[in-house]
């Protein structure tokens, strides 16, 4: 493996580049961190001349995450770095709104989604749906910006809210599902430091609001979603089980063998539209087939592995038209040491 050089896109939140460092420095490898909220952000990557830019994409504020989509397309398009995962890849992340042009567009099958910027029509549909209808905030994550809508009235309210001055916010404060009061108050004892900048953040979150358009997409009933991860020629896959009405930002997961229909669902979605790293959260309709919910470049993880089969950790490869498992731990730093390999390959034409 030789040396090459790195840049590190940070976003708003510094210490999420802190998983590319490690990986880097794993690998040995040279790299810089670039600021993209500076202004001098475009002379400091000409400067370095990275060979790859590892991208760290924000998900909390829409105005950083679309700042950063902005300048990555200047990068990816406009200047021709390579961008590890890829600019398409950053631009669907995150961004519920365009997720779903996309997923039609390329007749990808998923819920039936509706994006709305006229109230009245927006109103007109609520009249004529069936329900419940699921309304969705265009950013946010374990289901902080998810609410399922059961009547006519709960959408009309829905609407009204996103299309007034104080729009349309997300959840405020801590996740309930992975935690309790009793060890947010011990968390925050032992770090008061850490709890004031909790605090803040969830504050810009609850600020960050959407307005004038909304999202909505048919209800499919579940009792889990499928996760299925790839990463190069890795591929993982666990079931995330529903808790209430959500099936994210539970960290209730169920290790079954994944079926290799699913795997095979997965690879030639990854195959047709040259996903590096891709998380693709899957539902199965009552018919068995499968639909799309999230296509996510980046993802959190909070187990050692993405998969048990038979209860061993491992992954699959795709090799000579055969599913192979390969048994152990491929998830070391959430992923990124996989995801630095790859680039690596890419750089040294191994792939
Ligand atoms: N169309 C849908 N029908 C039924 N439940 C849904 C639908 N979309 C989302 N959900 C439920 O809400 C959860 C969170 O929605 P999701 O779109 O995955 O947003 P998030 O980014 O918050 O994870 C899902 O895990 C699922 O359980
Ligand atoms: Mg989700």
Redesign the pocket.
């Known amino acids: 493996m030789n040396k090459h050089r790195f840049a590190i896109l940070a976003n708003e939140d510094k210490k999420n580049t802190a998983k590319w460092t490690r990986a880097c420095e794993r690998f040995n490898q040279n790299y810089i961190i670039i600021d993209m909220i500076d202004d001098n952000w475009i002379d400091n990557i000409h400067n370095y001349q990275p060979e790859c830019c590892l991208i760290m994409p924000s998900v909390n504020l829409s105005y950083y995450k679309k700042m950063y989509d902005e300048k990555l397309y200047i990068l990816s398009e406009v200047l021709n770095y390579f961008i590890y995962p890829s600019y398409v890849e950053c631009i669907i992340y995150e961004n519920?709104r365009l997720l779903s042009y996309y997923l039609k567009a390329h007749k990808i099958p998923h819920?039936k989604t509706y994006v709305f910027y006229d109230r009245e029509k927006a109103q007109i549909f609520a009249a004529n749906t069936k329900y419940p209808i699921?309304g969705?905030m265009n950013l946010?994550?374990?289901?902080?910006?998810?609410d399922?809508l059961d009547n006519r009235n709960s959408v009309n309210n829905y609407i009204k809210k996103a299309f007034s001055k104080k729009g349309l916010k997300r959840r405020f404060g801590p996740n309930k599902k992975v935690g309790n009061p009793k060890q947010w108050t011990k968390k925050a004892l032992r770090s008061p430091q850490f709890f004031i900048n909790k605090i803040k953040s969830y504050i810009k979150d609850y600020n960050n609001n959407q307005k004038h358009f909304v999202i909505f997409?048919?209800?499919?009933?579940?009792e889990y979603?499928w996760r299925a991860v790839k990463i190069d020629g890795s591929f993982f896959a666990h079931k995330?089980l529903?808790v209430g009405?959500?099936?994210?930002?539970t960290k209730e997961k169920i290790y079954d063998n994944p079926p290799l229909t699913l795997l095979n669902f997965a690879r030639q979605l990854c195959e047709k539209y040259n996903y590096t790293s891709m998380s693709m959260?899957i539902?199965e309709d009552q018919e068995g087939n499968y639909l799309v919910?999230?296509l996510q470049t980046i993802f959190g993880q909070s187990d050692k592995f993405q998969m048990l089969v038979d209860r061993e950790p491992g992954r699959y490869v795709f090799q000579d038209g055969d599913w192979i498992f390969e048994k152990g731990y491929f998830n070391r730093n959430e992923c990124f040491d996989l995801r630095l390999q790859h680039a690596i390959n890419i750089l040294e034409g191994n792939r």
């Open positions: 519920k819920p699921v969705k946010g994550s374990s289901g902080a910006g998810i399922i997409q048919e209800y499919i009933p579940h979603e995330k529903k009405n959500k099936a994210s930002g959260d539902f919910n999230e």
